[in-house]
């Protein structure tokens, strides 16, 4: 089974500083997927960001990246330029690759505070 | 383009009784997963639909039940409702890796 864990329970920013989100995995299985989620107090999950295991490149969305070492088991999610909009929960997450195991398996999430 | 869409946004019921919630993929998207996020913490799996079959389920009992129609729309059915099913129900679509949720409905059972 996958575990995935996020050590930060709050995260204090200052605006247009960069922040840096922990997360780390544990499975054995060598093809998955890594996801990372904001959740705003509206509750809505707004999908950010996705590394497959077999990507060469760390992925990039916009002011978003993901810093995926996989020998360390990490997959540390970077926001640059912090807007005071980001201030949210954020989950890390995870699931196989294969048609039968597709559950995501989510972290406990961080609670980013973009302050002005 | 439409996101996932979920109804009702906002539900209250009391012990014992059922309860549906309703959930449409985003376009072109064919399978449809559910997950219930419980007050500060994480989502927990539920089920997932594809070709109108469950093709996966979590550690959930059978209270829960779902279904999947030939539009690729899905219920999520909880039967003798408990305190502890209070909740946020996530519906989550995709076609490929990448998952896309919904606003969720929020249940409170009293």
């Known amino acids: 089974a996958q575990k995935i864990t996020q050590t930060q329970p709050g995260m204090f920013v200052q605006e247009k500083e960069a922040v840096t989100l922990d997360c780390t995995y544990d499975?054995?299985?060598?093809?998955?997927?890594l996801f990372w989620y904001k959740q705003p107090s509206s509750g809505e999950m707004i999908f950010l960001i996705y590394?497959?295991?077999?990507?060469?490149q760390n992925a990039t969305e916009g002011r978003y990246s993901l810093n995926f070492q996989k020998a360390r088991k990490s997959a540390n999610l970077v926001i640059s330029a912090s807007q005071l909009g980001d201030s949210a929960m954020y989950f890390c997450a995870m699931r196989f690759l294969d048609t039968g195991r597709r559950a995501l398996t989510f972290g406990s999430g961080t609670r980013l505070q973009v302050q002005p | 383009d439409a996101g996932v869409t979920q109804s009702p946004t906002h539900l209250i019921k009391t012990r014992g009784q059922q309860v549906t919630l309703r959930c449409s993929p985003k376009s072109g998207h064919d399978t449809v997963s559910w997950y219930q996020q419980a007050l500060g913490q994480g989502p927990q799996f539920i089920f997932q639909y594809y070709e109108e079959e469950e093709r996966q389920r979590g550690n959930f009992p059978d209270r829960f039940s779902g279904h999947q129609f030939p539009n690729y729309s899905s219920e999520l059915n909880v039967n003798a409702l408990l305190l502890g099913d209070s909740a946020l129900y996530l519906c989550?679509?995709?076609?490929?890796?990448?998952?896309?949720f919904g606003s969720g409905t929020q249940l409170s059972v009293l």
């Open positions: 989550a679509s995709s076609y490929g890796e990448k998952l896309f």
């Open positions: 499975t054995s299985d060598p093809s998955y997927g």
């Open positions: 590394q497959g295991s077999y990507d060469q």
